[in-house]
């Protein structure tokens, strides 16, 4: 009997290394506008904003259960576009504090340049290449003008959503009229795709919080 128990111990052991690591259910890249309109202060807003939504208790339990990757990039005009957090496997809460901190602890890429939307939705894209693999892929992308300059914006969208990538748009209302409107028509794009309305930087936290909620919050069936 003690033979056959260490057998049968050896093959629950072999049993539980065989099990796949557990799925990532979405690749969330969060992209940023710093372009010339956004101000010291409207930039920490952003990051600060993002940080805390991150930290909320129900996002960040649907991170962790989700095992979801985030990456942080910053952009502006055309070609100026940077990777400012890596990939990040949101495997545990450590996982995701440390995202978070160095969230609010990153400094601004530019501050003096155009808005070129195109071009950040075609290098955002570019990046789930080295993402791992996960159920969805998911571009958060936020900003308060409309693209004027660089690739076409529904150019960039057609090539984004045909390598199956979702687009979400945040439109931070500050100067721009009905820009709400303008992402609905030329930027978003998917599988579920939505946009969502900052009335102004200071609502910013409420806003990321509530996009954030809906990306990767999951509803009961």
Not at 5 to 11: D, E, L, S, T, W
Not at 22 to 38: F, H
Not at 51 to 77: C, F, K, M, N, Y
């Amino acid at each position: 009997m003690g033979a056959l128990h260490k057998v049968r111990n050896a093959a629950f052991g072999l049993a539980l290394t065989a099990l796949p690591a557990q799925a990532c259910d979405v690749a969330l890249a969060l992209t940023v506008d710093v372009s010339g309109s956004i101000s010291p202060a409207e930039y920490d807003l952003q990051m600060l904003g993002l940080a805390d939504a991150l930290e909320d208790p129900t996002i960040s339990d649907a991170l962790v259960r989700g095992q979801v990757a985030l990456i942080l990039i910053q952009w502006t005009g055309s070609g100026r576009q940077v990777v400012s957090i890596p990939w990040t496997r949101v495997t545990d809460r450590a996982a995701l504090q440390s995202f978070a901190t160095q969230v609010r602890a990153t400094g601004r890429a530019w501050r003096h340049f155009s808005t070129a939307i195109g071009d950040a939705l075609l290098f955002t894209a570019a990046q789930f290449a080295q993402a791992p693999q996960c159920a969805r892929q998911v571009i958060d992308v936020s900003g308060d003008g409309v693209s004027n300059e660089g690739t076409i914006v529904m150019q960039s969208r057609e090539r984004v959503v045909a390598l199956g990538v979702t687009i979400n748009g945040l439109a931070i209302e500050t100067s721009v009229e009905n820009l709400t409107r303008y992402y609905d028509r030329f930027v978003i794009g998917g599988e579920g795709a939505f946009v969502l309305t900052a009335l102004n930087y200071e609502d910013y936290p409420r806003a990321i919080r509530r996009k954030l909620l809906s990306e990767v919050v999951r509803p009961a069936s």
